[in-house]
């Protein structure tokens, strides 16, 4: 067990952002990640909090390339300020960027190209080389590796080649898994993973505790809720301005199915949920912490920059969190903890 002597409590907090644009290649960069990207960071500056910042090299690298937005300046500037200030550079990646071309205004993205779980291991090697370097390039560090990585879609599975890949360049968290996860038309279950702890290691497969992986999983925190209760309206937002609208018929058919279920995971996103159903989330876990307080509970949260609207619910709720003594760290500050329980 960890006894960490003047802890204040062993909850600590992550916030992780998916610095992106839309999935299917549309949006501006400084719209949907230049501004709220800077505006979070000075919001996190006033509290003195750190996030940690999941960019998506694949569609940095081809906007770039293809000159298709004048803002790419821009954010690869912040990237690098990010680097320098301490907040935490992970790697975030959307494979079907990677032979993405521009062509009569639009992105056409390859979408067989889509998990990069499900690529030969040559083609996985190749786009996580790339992407290092461009990353390198970015923050202006040729020694840089990122500690975390976060699969695009959450797709981590099957998680054997493609772990192992990201392995051998050194990168040691995964953070894709929130328990309870199914999408039939991906092939992705994460419904096994809910017996398992706030962390765990793994090697072949992320669902399983490993103790003598090479990977740490930690997971983005969910709670399993009834249906209903995924439709606030703060989320329904959401999902009418960017929802299924441009999906197959099948597709909506089998992502129907995901739905049926008597619970559904909903996750912490910071963007998303209110304050109100934050704070009954976090409340949850203190009251775990008070039954038993030795156990290190690392909480992961998700964001996305393109949804990034209510900056008064993540200024109250830093202000929920440094009043029960939580601190938000990045996964760089959790590391050592990590690794101080899972080796006991
Ligand atoms: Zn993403």
Redesign the pocket.
């Known amino acids: 067990m960890l006894d960490l002597p003047g802890a204040a409590s062993l909850i600590d907090f992550v916030f992780t952002i998916?610095y992106?644009i839309f999935?299917n290649g549309t949006g501006a960069l400084g719209e949907l990640v230049y501004e709220p990207a800077k505006r979070l960071k000075d919001l996190f500056q006033k509290h003195k909090a750190k996030f940690v910042v999941?960019v998506?090299v694949a569609e940095f690298e081809k906007i770039e390339a293809y000159g298709t937005d004048s803002a790419i300046d821009s954010v690869k500037k912040q990237i690098r300020e990010f680097y320098i200030d301490d907040f935490e550079i992970a790697l975030?990646l959307?494979p079907q960027w990677v032979n993405a071309r521009y062509e009569r205004g639009q992105w056409q993205l390859d979408l067989n190209e889509y998990n990069l779980c499900v690529l030969p291991k040559a083609r996985i090697s190749q786009i996580v080389d790339a992407s290092l370097s461009y990353l390198r390039g970015v923050v202006g560090q040729p020694a840089f590796t990122p500690l975390s990585f976060?699969a695009?879609?959450w797709l981590f599975q099957p998680t054997k080649t493609a772990a192992s890949v990201l392995a051998e360049k050194g990168i040691k968290i995964d953070s894709s898994v929130f328990k309870g996860g199914l999408q039939r038309k991906n092939n992705l279950d994460y419904r096994r993973s809910l017996k398992n702890g706030y962390y765990w290691r793994f090697s072949d497969d992320v669902n399983e505790p490993d103790e003598n992986g090479p990977w740490l999983e930690v997971p983005i925190h969910s709670e399993m809720v009834a249906p209903w209760r995924m439709a606030t309206s703060k989320r329904m937002a959401y999902n009418n301005q960017y929802g299924a609208t441009s999906q197959s018929t099948s597709d909506r058919l089998i992502r129907g199915l995901d739905f049926l279920r008597l619970r559904y995971p909903l996750k912490l996103d910071f963007c998303r949920m209110t304050l109100h159903e934050m704070i009954s989330m976090m409340d949850k876990i203190i009251q775990e912490e008070r039954k038993d307080p030795k156990v290190y509970r690392p909480i992961i949260s998700i964001g996305?920059t393109k949804d990034l609207a209510d900056f008064e619910t993540v200024d109250s709720f830093l202000s929920f969190l440094k009043a029960n003594r939580i601190e938000a760290v990045t996964f760089n500050n959790a590391f050592p903890k990590l690794l101080a329980q899972v080796a006991n």
């Open positions: 998916d992106e999935g999941f998506e975030h959307h976060r695009g879609n996305h």
